[in-house]
């Protein structure tokens, strides 16, 4: 091949890794994080901002879609996998078993609401996919208040109207508990009543049980009928929720509030007690307000999951993993610092044993990190901390190409060739190695890579391409830089 | 450095046939003492949660009161790390209702200890079914992985030289498990990968010596060369088995020291690995062929 050819395919491969990078680089080195977190914004605080602002977002979303994405594992997050419950929904069948497509109908309008309620909440590149028949994966990384994100997800948003069992609840006493809060005697409870409970955030807003409540069984009016749902401030400030009910709401609400004038209402929300106002009189018109103890997040959070509905079957967590922000900062740093001290070592090793020579490989191992790097911004990847540690182990294994090389031309030198001769022959016999010894490496990243989930794929995603374009740098790169150094500096002693 | 040499490893093969057997062996049986190896909560299933507490005076001993105190067991470790007080609290997962368990633990570590001194790093719940799950992953994507890797050795060598690549990459597998053992590290996802990529490493090593090997081969006529032109296919390319296993375990060094907490097991069982792999190809895989010459000749081509 023609030496400005092979100089031009190189010059190409440089160019395209360095356009699919620069995407990343304006990401993350021009942006401030303020700008950055614009970009996280729902359609709801976008719609307030000027049109010159709006615009500049839109552009930086684009943006968004072809850089290097950080993992939650470094810069925080949640990932969950729910999975549905479907025991519930087979008894409100009364019993009988589910057929296919109550199964995929229940499944569709869990990940319908899902969608609709992560969308609203606002954070960068929520995931939410199915894995198997019936699991859900859902990935929130850099989503700050991870408890928070988790009660969006996780609040089944089955809104119930239920009376108070006043009688009930007067004969309960402390003693009658056990210390996680638990009724010791059952039997207290009548057949047609059940224990609530109402709950408060501690100090550490962790949920807790805060008084026993008996309510009526009976449900007189479920979430379903909700129209709209927003927040309002009251006359004091505080935060409540406020939503109107359909024609059908209002009516059976008014009929309700009507003849259990002067009783208590509960409202309750996946089996929680929200609030329990007393009944003065008849309410028409169907608007209702829920005042609790509510921040202004959290009233925020409860609207939004109103609005969305409620899942048609309970969701169960089979895993949950949560990265506090100080952990992700902590894996970046570290992940950075064993990737450059790493690097410098092997850069050093190789320049100090092989010379000018290790001066290419060492170019060719940089090269490969940066078009690795370029490749994976075009692939719009997720970059975990395993990513960060398949691309530190490419460093190492990177150069063994070239030293088979090397060795091999050395070996020719000793011979008493010449060294263009011996440099021809080096790369001929080296080459066959070279691509038995990284199929192996390749097959099994690429076996990792398909059935591998979450920190295995990352590793060996990054591993196999950084093998890939290693055969193209080590062999192909290298060797035109002898090609060129030889013609240019006449070289009558190779440094190796 | 290393050319010219005429080292006689093959001669050594008795001594390195017992060497590794030995490590293998105890390895094995210390694997069945402790009725097999370490299951992490990824394949066993379980809570746990990684806190870094501010003052520095709380030990191990106190957290480990406080978690016996939500009554969810005893089991701390703590995080070797000369700068910062970091704990890391397992507990099983029950089959429902993780959520309970671990904002019980929570509130009882800032109850003990003040929430301003408590930051909790991660928290990671695997129910018994996604423990279950990856579990059966893991065996398919081991079997499928060597199932192919098998399928191309044979395919790109002799039937002999490919068994002989095969056993020396379970040598260097058992080397590891038997490691991770002695070390009482426990099984993880990452583990997983490491062994995966060692597998990788192990043959890549194994294969650049009989590329060699064959090679020279080519020119032997004789059957008694057979040893020595191993030998010397073998100090052909120790260099480069020698430098590259060096500038590999560089880079996994500057892992292990710097990569931070969680790639540590990982660098760690990757350099066993490659300590392993590049002892193997050379005093396992090559001395099998050799010996399997001796047992039964390969027929030598005429030159």
Avoid: C
Avoid at chain 1, 55 to 80: A, T, V
Avoid at chain 1, 350 to 378: E, H, P, Q, R
Avoid at chain 2, 120 to 131: E, F, K, M, Q
């Amino acid at each position: 091949m023609n030496k400005l050819f092979r100089i031009f395919i190189v010059l190409l491969v440089i160019a395209i890794a360095a356009w699919g990078f620069s995407y990343s680089y304006i990401w993350y080195f021009k942006y401030t994080k303020k700008d950055r977190d614009l970009t996280n914004l729902t359609a709801a605080q976008l719609a307030n901002l000027p049109e010159k602002e709006r615009n500049k977002i839109k552009e930086m979303k684009k943006l968004r879609s072809r850089i290097i994405n950080l993992g939650l594992d470094l810069q925080g997050g949640l990932y969950m996998v729910l999975q549905p419950d479907y025991e519930e929904l087979k008894k409100r069948r009364g019993g009988q078993e589910l057929s296919q497509a109550d199964v995929k109908d229940a499944m569709r309008r869990v990940m319908e609401i899902l969608r609709n309620r992560i969308d609203k909440f606002g954070v960068s590149e929520p995931s939410i996919t199915t894995q198997g028949e019936d699991r859900i994966v859902i990935e929130l990384p850099g989503s700050k208040d991870p408890d928070r994100a988790k009660n969006i997800v996780m609040g089944r948003g089955l809104l119930e109207f239920k009376l108070v069992d006043e009688d009930t609840t007067a004969k309960l006493r402390r003693d009658m508990f056990d210390e996680d809060g638990n009724l010791i005697d059952k039997s207290v409870i009548p057949k047609t009543s059940e224990l609530r409970y109402y709950w408060e955030k501690n100090k550490y807003g962790i949920l807790e049980k805060k008084r026993a409540i008996v309510l009526y069984k009976k449900t007189l009016l479920d979430g379903s009928y909700i129209k709209r749902a927003q927040v309002q401030t009251d006359q004091f400030g505080k935060p409540e929720v406020v939503f109107s009910l359909s024609s059908e709401g209002a009516k059976k609400f008014a009929e309700i509030t009507g003849s259990n004038v002067g009783k208590m209402l509960a409202i309750v929300l996946d089996g929680k007690i929200l609030s329990m106002p007393v009944i003065r009189e008849r309410i028409s018109g169907g608007n209702v307000r829920i005042t609790g103890n509510f921040t202004m997040n959290e009233a925020k959070d409860l609207a939004l999951i109103l609005r969305a509905g409620a899942f048609p079957v309970p969701l169960e967590i089979v895993e949950e993993r949560t990265v506090g922000p100080t952990l992700g900062e902590d894996s970046i740093k570290s992940g950075i610092k064993a990737a450059i001290i790493g690097s410098i070592l092997v850069l050093g090793f190789m320049l100090l044993y092989y010379k000018l020579s290790g001066f290419i490989a060492d170019i060719a191992v940089i090269l490969n990190m940066f078009i690795l790097l370029g490749i994976l911004a075009w692939l719009n990847f997720t970059l975990t901390l395993s990513g960060i540690a398949g691309m530190i182990l490419t460093v190492g294994m990177a150069v063994d190409a070239n030293v088979i090389i090397f060795e091999r031309i050395k070996e020719e030198l000793r011979s008493g060739k010449t060294i263009a001769a011996s440099i021809q022959a080096g790369y001929d016999k080296a080459f066959r190695t070279i691509l038995d010894a990284n199929m192996t490496t390749l097959i099994a990243t690429f076996v990792l890579s398909q059935f591998g989930s979450g920190p295995i794929k990352g590793f060996a995603v990054t591993l196999s391409i950084g093998i890939v374009i290693n055969m193209f740098t080590s062999i192909f790169v290298t060797r035109l830089l002898y090609d060129i150094g030889i013609d240019l500096f006449k070289v009558k002693k190779l440094s190796i | 450095m290393f050319h010219n040499l005429k080292l006689k490893i093959i001669q050594y093969r008795k001594f390195t046939y017992i060497l590794s057997l030995a490590i293998i062996i105890s390895g094995l049986v210390n694997i069945a003492v402790h009725r097999g190896l370490k299951m992490g909560i990824d394949f066993a299933g379980g809570n746990m949660l990684q806190v870094e507490v501010k003052d520095e005076n709380i030990g191990i001993k106190d957290i480990r009161e406080i978690l016996l105190s939500t009554g969810y067991g005893n089991n701390v470790q703590k995080v070797d790390d000369p700068k910062r007080n970091i704990f890391i609290l397992k507990t099983k997962a029950l089959p429902k209702d993780n959520e309970k368990v671990i904002n019980k633990i929570k509130k009882a570590l800032f109850d003990k200890l003040g929430a301003q001194n408590v930051e909790i790093l991660s928290v990671n719940v695997v129910g018994p079914r996604i423990s279950k799950y990856l579990l059966r992953t893991s065996y398919i994507i081991g079997i499928v992985a060597i199932g192919l890797i098998l399928l191309y050795t044979t395919f790109r060598f002799k039937f002999r030289f490919g068994v002989a690549a095969i056993i020396a990459l379970v040598h260097d597998v058992l080397v590891v498990l038997s490691f991770i053992s002695f070390f009482g590290k426990e099984m993880d996802t990452y583990i997983l990968a490491a062994i995966l990529t060692i597998i990788g490493y192990s043959l890549n090593d194994t294969i650049v010596v009989f590329d060699r090997a064959r090679e020279n081969l080519r020119s032997t006529k004789a059957y008694d060369e057979y040893e020595l032109t191993f030998n010397k296919s073998i100090n052909q390319s120790l260099s480069r088995t020698i430098i590259t296993s060096f500038t590999t375990l560089l880079s996994l060094f500057a892992l292990y020291f710097f990569g931070g907490l969680i790639l540590r097991n990982f660098a760690f069982a990757i350099i066993v690995g490659v300590i392993a792999g590049t002892y193997s190809s050379i005093f396992v895989a090559s001395a099998i062929v050799v010996d399997w010459h001796r047992i039964k000749p390969e027929k030598m081509k005429k030159i």
